[in-house]
């Protein structure tokens, strides 16, 4: 863990109302996760408990505690998707990366994480893969995405 970049994101967010969610973002968003051995020092400088701030990163689903792939894939599970079975989609990633959700995939080029909207409900089932969000999923549609940002 780099402690000169965390405690640079703790001193931008630390005297800030409401700072944690912000500084939590710009963590992740600079390491790609939120390590555990960094509570301690959040904990000081925000003025809470270590069992707070782990408390805080478990309920947000977004928030990881390793290391994540080079890719994000979210698969949303919210009703429009599971309407259109995206259970079947859910299991064919699984088996194709040979993951599990909040796992990463041996090569560490994909993160497979569950997500419960999307907004495109429209083009059920979907998927986002880092930022960018995919319908109509099949499986063929699966394998040339993985292909696409292998």
């Known amino acids: 863990m780099d402690d000169t970049k965390l405690k640079t994101h ?54 990881r505690t390793q290391k994540s792939g080079k890719n994000i894939i979210q698969v949303c599970r919210a009703e429009s998707c599971q309407a259109m079975n995206v259970k079947a989609i859910e299991a064919y990633i699984k088996d194709k990366l040979k993951i599990d959700y909040h796992q990463t995939s041996k090569d560490e080029k994909f993160t497979l994480e569950p997500v419960y909207c999307l907004g495109n409900c429209a083009c059920s089932p ?24 292998k």
């Open 10 to 63: 703790i001193d931008n967010f630390k005297d800030l109302p409401g700072g944690l969610l912000p500084l939590m973002h710009a963590i992740q968003d600079d390491l790609g996760f939120i390590p555990e051995e960094s509570y301690g020092l959040i904990s000081q400088a925000m003025k809470l408990s270590v069992a707070e701030v782990h408390g805080f990163v478990s309920f947000y689903h977004h928030f």
């Open 126 to 149: 979907s998927i986002m893969i880092n930022d960018d969000v995919h319908g109509k999923i099949t499986e063929d549609k699966i394998d040339q995405l993985i292909e696409e940002y």
